[in-house]
């Protein structure tokens, strides 16, 4: 009885370790496979782009229009540097009452603005002033006192301003003066 179970022993090792190389054999040939099939897909995917790309002279579904780009301020004033710091980006959407005079106020790093309805003028301290309308752009002052006046319809504006945490996009002044 000793001996069958002997040999009933090894006749399990041995299977198992037939199994052992089957199944290894069975992985690397599954692997290849796997492989294979990566590199199809890959390249089938490579080649359908090909016969799907749109003819040279169909017009992209993409359009950019810059709208505005520049290194100074709508007066023409420089822009010198960011604000030190984290950055932080804050876009904000102003809807401002016909006829407002807003209050004299200056910003503390460059900002951008888009117009999206009604008219603005933009006035400095000493009397230097720009008008602006719905689909323009534009770049505001840094460091310099100056006041929005708005037309004779409700003006939707909005500004980017590239900041810093924890700093105020707008400094009203007290002066009210002018």
Known sequence: MLRSIERNAEWRIGALHGHCHRTQRHHTEHRRKLESMKFLTASLFVLSSFCYAAPPDTPSPVKVETLLQSAASWDGTPYKTYPS????ITVLKYTIAAHTTMKWHTHPFPNSGYILSGELTIEKKDGTKKHFVA????????DSVHRGITGDQ????????AGTPGKAVTIPTNDESH
């Open 154 to 161: 409700p003006l939707v504006l909005v500004v980017f301003y």
């Open 85 to 88: 710091g984290q950055p932080q």
């Open 135 to 142: 689909g323009e752009a534009l770049t505001e002052t840094v």
